[in-house]
Nanobody, 115 residues
Framework: VHMVESGGGLVQAGGSLRLSCAVS????????MGWFRQAPGQERELVAN????????LYANSVKGRFTISRDNGKNTLTLQMNSLKPEDTAVYYC?????????WGQGTRVTVSS
């Protein structure tokens, strides 16, 4: 199983980024999926969750109203639209099932938000 995250980069506060996650080796259609992030010196945390059918989403309070998680089960992909970015959103972002499976973490994609 491989999860390949992309779309990160350097952006100014208030800007937007769109992260993508391509999953291979595991059909995600029946799985809850999540975006996670890990900031320097901090533990990895769940940012957003989406149910297998895509009909329900949950967000961390810190990103609610700014981030949108979506999925395309046909393409086996996950997306995170991030708007109104803040410096505290700086982290490496990962996708995984939720709850996550330890050996399925990818390399992540780095997001840096400058003030």
């Amino acid at each position: 199983v491989h999860m390949v995250e992309s779309g990160g980069g350097l952006v100014q506060a208030g800007g937007s980024l769109r992260l993508s996650c391509a999953v291979s080796g595991l059909p995600i259609a029946e799985l809850n999926m999540g975006w996670f992030r890990q900031a320097p010196g901090q533990e990895r945390e769940l940012v957003a969750n989406i149910r297998s059918s895509g009909d329900r989403t949950l967000y961390a309070n810190s990103v609610k109203g700014r981030f949108t998680i979506s999925r395309d089960n046909g393409k086996n992909t996950l997306t995170l639209q991030m708007n109104s970015l803040k410096p505290e959103d700086t982290a490496v972002y990962y996708c995984n099932t939720n709850p996550p499976v330890l050996n399925m973490w990818g390399q992540g994609t780095r997001v840096t938000v400058s003030s």
